[in-house]
């Protein structure tokens, strides 16, 4: 068919003429349009793309952003062409693809910062101050791309982005994804949801609700937030302030940092480990393993506020956990692990996970003033 539809005036292929006919039959006066009643790019495509052979696997980014082949309609409307931004920048962007989209990618001057399997962007780019140029491009299951660019001056650098946890579109799995990777792990799959804009308990009138429960012991539920992307930025702060309504029952609490780029994940993943070591545990990237840490950890006092910060950064190809602020104690933790390879997301995001216990006891946990900072 994507043959047939491409060629229109030549359907009648001697070579598969009659398959073409049966095809077009079938599908009745809908699809018999002729040239007219299809997408521009596929009518008028001089050649056939190659389709991905396997649209289940994430390709590595293509350096600088490939050229459009019988491009689609691709457009970035914000922020608008020569507009003077401050970093983070906000960029939105939509794909038309006539065929599911396979993926789309944003870049800065040229390298790819964020990836997304959805037809369209609405993150945060992180760029030093100066001229810029923001590029979009998207494949579908076809094979056609489609670009877009436009060019920016960045003039003041902002800390990060704040009320995380107020932004929509929030992502999130339990023991496995769809595909059946692993995702928060755990023993069995947990009952958990997420409910936004909650004035009490909260700081600021605005927090978000986590609800851990469900009939498999030691069953976690994972969420993250996609904040967008960039190189230029290697230092984080991750600060944000939870509430538990019972703090016996959560096995434990996760706090996730990740930046991805150039083939490699910087991730940086702590979780206080209540029931088992008794400590934080921090994630070692390389090996996928946790590891205690000489800091303790003990259950939570209920219906409290806590602080939490988290300071962090990126060194070479490592990540470096600086210090943690818990409450009101700050702790020198000074370890740094070897970043994991071989990883073809781009992407910044920060992630939080509710792990159950024996019981799958049920808890609530209440996020308020997220905010992630990067310099």
Not at 187 to 207: C, E, F, H, N, R
């Amino acid at each position: 068919m994507r043959d047939g539809l491409r060629l229109c005036g030549n359907l009648f292929n001697p070579a598969r003429g009659s398959i073409l006919v049966v095809g077009f039959i079938a599908l009745g006066l809908l699809a018999w349009r002729g040239c007219q009643g299809l997408p521009p790019n596929v009518a008028n495509c001089p050649i056939t793309p190659t389709a991905p052979a396997n649209t289940g696997v994430i390709p590595p980014a293509i350096e600088p952003p490939p050229q459009a082949l019988c491009g689609f309609p691709l457009t970035i409307s914000v922020p608008g062409e020569g507009a003077t931004v401050n970093s983070p920048a906000n960029v939105v962007a939509q794909a038309m693809p006539p065929d599911q989209v396979y993926w789309v990618r944003l870049y800065g001057d040229g390298l790819a910062v964020y990836y997304s399997f959805t037809d369209n962007i609405n993150q945060f780019i992180w760029m030093p101050p100066g001229p810029h140029t923001i590029e979009v491009a998207a494949e579908d299951v076809a094979g056609y791309i489609a670009t877009a660019t436009i060019h920016v001056n960045v003039g003041m650098l902002l800390p990060g982005v704040s009320s995380i946890q107020n932004l929509p579109d929030w992502q999130s799995c339990s023991a496995a994804l769809l595909n059946g990777f692993t995702c928060a792990a755990g023993l069995g799959t947990a009952t958990s949801k997420m409910i936004q804009g909650q004035s009490s308990p909260s700081l600021d009138g605005a927090a978000a609700e986590f609800t851990m429960a469900g009939s498999h012991p030691y069953s976690n539920e994972l969420y993250w937030y996609p904040l967008g992307g960039g190189n230029s930025v290697s230092h984080f702060t991750y600060d944000l302030w939870f509430y538990i309504d019972d703090g016996t029952a959560p096995q434990s609490l996760e706090f996730d940092v990740n930046q991805a780029f150039g083939g490699t994940r910087w991730t940086w993943g702590s979780q206080c480990d209540f029931n088992q070591t008794g400590k934080w545990n921090v994630w070692d990237p390389l090996h996928g393993i946790w590891v205690p840490i000489a800091v303790p950890c003990k259950h939570f006092p209920s219906q409290t506020w806590i602080h939490l910060v988290w300071n962090l950064e990126r060194v070479g190809n490592q990540v470096h956990y600086i210090n943690l602020s818990v409450g009101d104690q700050t702790y020198a933790v000074d370890i740094y692990y070897t970043a994991q390879p071989n990883w073809y997301q781009e992407e910044i995001d920060i992630a939080f996970q509710l792990d159950g216990n024996y019981k799958q006891q049920p808890y609530n946990v209440w996020l308020d003033e997220v905010t992630l900072s990067a310099y």
